[in-house]
Each structure stands twice: as structure tokens, then as C-alpha cells.
């Protein structure tokens, strides 16, 4: 007894040790992919930042300067949005310049530099060996099904050495692939390792970024998300409460009436009973009406270009979108999109008397950016129940921001910068 217990419980330390190798392999070879995407956007970046520098000499190359930092503050922020899907969050420094003399001085820029040529080598060449391997291991190892229906001239291996004629080399082709497998299990992991550690050290803040500052400023954004959840919850419970609880409870009330009724004057009842199928089916409408305040239904039927052209069309004012989010975000960061357009689009309705307004929704480098405008009156005050104190809320929910440009005379231009995947 004691014998099978010990030679189960290696078989139990043998399988989770199996099953925690190709997760491990499994995980570092989608790290790898994913930053062969950042490496070839940085290496895009990076020649033009030289094309910029060598254009520079004639005066042209100052012009491009703004643009190129942009370009590569945005693939730095890309970069640590990426890390934060794969392991601990990097902290950004705060916005570097984009303008060129500060930028030159700046640390920060200074680091994504040197960054963006490390991840843009280094990276790009893990990348690469983190995409082919396991095609180089599928190939080889699976070359015996398929090497006798092939022309002769394309059964080499995967690196193009040697080629088979014969079973006997097939299977040697075979056990080339079992050892790309070897590889992809035993050295992914730590391919993976090395092409995050530059982002890590260098995209993250230096020391002479005051982090206390951000602590205080994660601190208030996550009161602001419990306020605004437990908000949510009371409208929910109010809703549920004053609506549909008690036309439910006035169902119950019919439905009794009509019971002892039913028999003396069966006309009065069926008329209780009519009234209670009603009130019945206006708590059913009520119910569904806080169920789609919740979480819209559409967002998972249509995405969130369905959903804010929905949005549109049922808005009193003529109002045109122009939707540009090529992936699906996280289903928390569209409700709140969604959320937020359908507050704007009902401000501008109630109070800005303006005769059209656009929302424009962008999904770039691991951030979605909405822009609401409509050409009213302006004047939009946060503190005057225009509902903007609950949409900053919900924003700063997801550490992103807000922003509003309402000058008297308008227009009023609402714009909203959201993590796509937080």
C-alpha cells in the first residue's frame, strides 16, 4: 500500500510537472509573438528617427521631430501595456516632452531610446526565433506523414539541410523536430525573459520620478471606482425597488383579488386578471431596461461599433460616428465606453441645443480614445449636474482620462482616453 502510494504520488509530480512545462513553453512562445509585434513598430520608429536625425542637417528633419517622438512615446506606452499582460504592471514615468530641445535633456525619452534599440534587435531577433521554432518543431516532427507526397527537391528540413529519400531519413528529419521541441520547452521561457527585461528596466519610472505622487493618484482613482460601484449599486437596488418590485407586488395583489373573486363574478376577476397581466409585463419591460443598464446586450451581439451607431441613431440630435477599433477591447473597458457616449449624447440632447454631433471612437497602441463633440452653446459645467462628475468616475475607474473643452458660445468637445485591456 505504501509502495502505490509513493508511485502515485510521483506520477502526480511527473504530470504536474509535464503540464507546467508546456504551459510555461505555451505562455513564453505568445510573450515572444507579442513582442515580435512592438519590436518590428519600434524598428519602424527607429528608422525614422534616423531618417529624421540625418534630415535634421538640412532643416527638414526638424519638422519631422514632434511626430517621430510622438511615434515613439506611443510604441514605449504600447510596450508597457504589453508587459502588463504578461506579468507585473510598469509604472510610466510622467508624459515626456514632445517637443525637441526638452526632449533631448529628458530621461525618460532618453530611456525609450535605448529601449527601442535594444527591443528593436534583440527583441525583434527573439521574436523571430519565438514564431519559428514551434513551426520548425511542427514541420520536422510531423515530416514522416507527409515527406512521400512531396516533389523531391522540397523534402529538406526545416533549416534546409540535408533532404530525405529514404525512410530511414525521414525519421531522422523526425527526431531533428523532437529536438526543436526540446528547444521551445527548455529555452522559451527564458527567450521570453530576456526580451521583456529591457522594457522592464528602461520603460518603467526612474528614480527620479516622485512615485508617491502616482500612489496618490491610484489611491484616489480606486475610492473614486468603489464609489462609483457602490453608486451603481444603490441606482440598481432604487430601480429594482420603486419599479419592478412593486408592480410585481401589485401583480400578487391582482392575482389573490381575482382568486377569491372568480367565483361570484367571474367577469370582475378576468378583469383583475387583465390588469395584473399588464403590470406584469411592465415589470418584465422594467427588469429588462436595468438588466441593459448593467451590461448592454448589443456590445456582445455587435461590438462596440454596433453599439455606438445604435447609440447614434436613437439620439434626438442627427449625430454621425466614426468608428476605428479594428480588435475587441475588455468587456469592462467598452461598457464604460459605451457608458460614457451614451451620457454625452445625452447631455448634448438635454442641454446643449446643438443641431448635430460626431463621435469619433480610435483604438491605437493598447489605448481607445473617444471624442464627443456637437456644435451647441457650451458652457458645460462639471458641478452642474451635467452628469460629467459620474463619467470622470467611471473613466478614472480605469485609470484613463477625461477631458472637456466647453468654452460660452461652444462647441463642446468631450474627449476620453481608455486602457484597451484593463
Known amino acids: 500500500m505504501q509502495q502505490d502510494a509513493l508511485t502515485g504520488d510521483r506520477n502526480t509530480t511527473l504530470k504536474e510537472t509535464v503540464v507546467g512545462t508546456l504551459r510555461g513553453a505555451g505562455t513564453a512562445t505568445g510573450q515572444l509573438a ?50 502588463a499582460r504578461w506579468g507585473p504592471e510598469v509604472v510610466a514615468p510622467e508624459p515626456p516632452p514632445t517637443r525637441l530641445r526638452p526632449a533631448l535633456v529628458d530621461p525618460t525619452t532618453r530611456r525609450e531610446l535605448r529601449w527601442m534599440l535594444r527591443h528593436s534587435t534583440l527583441g525583434l531577433l527573439l521574436g523571430l526565433l519565438g514564431v519559428w521554432l514551434p513551426l520548425f518543431a511542427v514541420r520536422d516532427t510531423a515530416f514522416p506523414l507527409y515527406w512521400t507526397f512531396m516533389p523531391k527537391g522540397l523534402t529538406a528540413t526545416s533549416i534546409g539541410i540535408g533532404s530525405a529519400h529514404s525512410w530511414p531519413e525521414a525519421l531522422a528529419v523526425a527526431l531533428l523536430g523532437l529536438g526543436w521541441i526540446s528547444i521551445v520547452l527548455g529555452l522559451t521561457p527564458a527567450m521570453a525573459r ?73 367577469a370582475a376577476a378576468d378583469e383583475l386578471l387583465e390588469r395584473a397581466q399588464s403590470a406584469a409585463e411592465q415589470a418584465l419591460a422594467e427588469l429588462r431596461t436595468v438588466s441593459r443598464s448593467i451590461l448592454p446586450p448589443v456590445l456582445a451581439d455587435r461590438g462596440l461599433t454596433g453599439a455606438l451607431s445604435g447609440l447614434a441613431a436613437d439620439c434626438a440630435v442627427p449625430c454621425r460616428t466614426d468608428v476605428d477599433v479594428p480588435e475587441r477591447c475588455a468587456a469592462s473597458v467598452e461598457a464604460t465606453a459605451y457608458f460614457v457616449v451614451a451620457e454625452a449624447l445625452t447631455n448634448v440632447a438635454k442641454h446643449s441645443g446643438a443641431t448635430h454631433a460626431t463621435v469619433t471612437a480610435r483604438a491605437r497602441g493598447g489605448r481607445l480614445r473617444l471624442r464627443v463633440e456637437d456644435d451647441g452653446r457650451g458652457g458645460a459645467d462639471e458641478d452642474g449636474g451635467s452628469g460629467l ?9 480605469h485609470d484613463g482620462s477625461l477631458t472637456v473643452a466647453s468654452p460660452p458660445g461652444g462647441p463642446t468637445t468631450l474627449e476620453v482616453d481608455l486602457p484597451c485591456g484593463a
Open 34 to 83: 507579442s513582442g515580435l509585434g512592438t519590436a518590428l513598430t519600434a524598428l519602424l520608429v527607429l528608422l525614422w528617427l534616423a531618417l529624421t536625425a540625418v534630415t535634421s542637417l538640412i532643416g527638414v528633419g526638424l519638422l519631422m521631430a514632434p511626430g517621430v517622438l510622438r511615434a515613439l512615446h506611443a510604441v514605449s506606452a504600447r510596450e508597457r501595456t504589453r508587459l
Open 194 to 266: 530576456a526580451q521583456a527585461g529591457p522594457g522592464r528596466r528602461l520603460l518603467a519610472a526612474g528614480p527620479e520620478t516622485d512615485l508617491s505622487l502616482r500612489v496618490v493618484e491610484l489611491t484616489a482613482t480606486r475610492a473614486a471606482a468603489l464609489d462609483a460601484h457602490a453608486t451603481e449599486l444603490r441606482r440598481i437596488e432604487r430601480s429594482l425597488h420603486d419599479g419592478a418590485q412593486n408592480r410585481l407586488v401589485g401583480v400578487t395583489v391582482l392575482v389573490g383579488a381575482a382568486r377569491r373573486m372568480v367565483a361570484r363574478d367571474p
Open 389 to 397: 462628475t459620474g463619467i470622470r468616475r467611471r473613466v478614472a475607474a
